[in-house]
Structure formats: structure tokens, C-alpha cells
């Protein structure tokens, strides 16, 4: 069974950082490109950003570029977000997803896990 928990959300004040992380379990990681996802109340999920299967290269929505970054580490089945400069409109639950494109319209590709809350306010 695929299993994706994701960890360390919370909330931050804006101009902070948070690092997200996503255990993977059940299925071979490695093989896999992952990606990170965010939805906020009342919107559709926003895809954030993207690495493949070696780590080699990535891929980042305009709106985080230059804040946040992606990383693996396949010894260890693990999916990163390092986020930085935090802004409100950063505030969303975020999700990691197996797959390069697992947002296609408003709804979902690929296997998901629960998310982890990121709030970011003063």
C-alpha cells in the first residue's frame, strides 16, 4: 500500500521558514518523480513544485521560485520542501504526490498523502 506523511507544518509569522518533509513507504520511491502540492480554502490545488527521480532536476511554480526548495533523499524514502521568506498567501495545506503532473484542472493524479497545515501570519 502507498503511504505518503507528510510533517512539519505549523505556523510562522511571515518572513519565516518551515521545512516540510514526506516519509514514502509501499511502493519504490526512487523510481518515482515527486512533487509538492498546496490547496488554501475555497481554491483548487496549486501544484508548487517538482523533482525528479535523482534529485538532478526541479521544477518550481512562479509564485515560490527563489523561496522555496525541493529535495530528496531516495536512502531514505524521503520528499523535502524547504521554504523561506514565507508570505500569507502561503498559508495553504500542503500535500506530496508521486508523479510530475499531479494536478491536471482541479483534480488529482497520481497517489497523495493527508498534508500537513502551513499557516503564515503575524
Known amino acids: 500500500e502507498v503511504q505518503l506523511v507528510e510533517s512539519g507544518g505549523g505556523m510562522v509569522q511571515p518572513g519565516g521558514s518551515l521545512r516540510l518533509s514526506c516519509a514514502a513507504s509501499g511502493f519504490t520511491f526512487s523510481i518515482y518523480d515527486m512533487s509538492w502540492v498546496r490547496q488554501a480554502p475555497g481554491k483548487r490545488p496549486e501544484w508548487v513544485s517538482t523533482i525528479t527521480t535523482s534529485g538532478s532536476r526541479t521544477s518550481y511554480a512562479d509564485s515560490v521560485k527563489g523561496r522555496f526548495t525541493i529535495s530528496r533523499d531516495n536512502a531514505k524514502n524521503t520528499l523535502f520542501l524547504q521554504m523561506t521568506s514565507l508570505k500569507p498567501e502561503d498559508t495553504a495545506l500542503y500535500y506530496c504526490?508521486?508523479?510530475?503532473?499531479?494536478?491536471?484542472?482541479?483534480?488529482?493524479?497520481?497517489?497523495w498523502g493527508q498534508g500537513t497545515q502551513v499557516t503564515v501570519s503575524s
Open positions: 504526490a508521486t508523479g510530475a503532473r499531479p494536478v491536471v484542472g482541479s483534480g488529482r493524479v497520481g497517489n
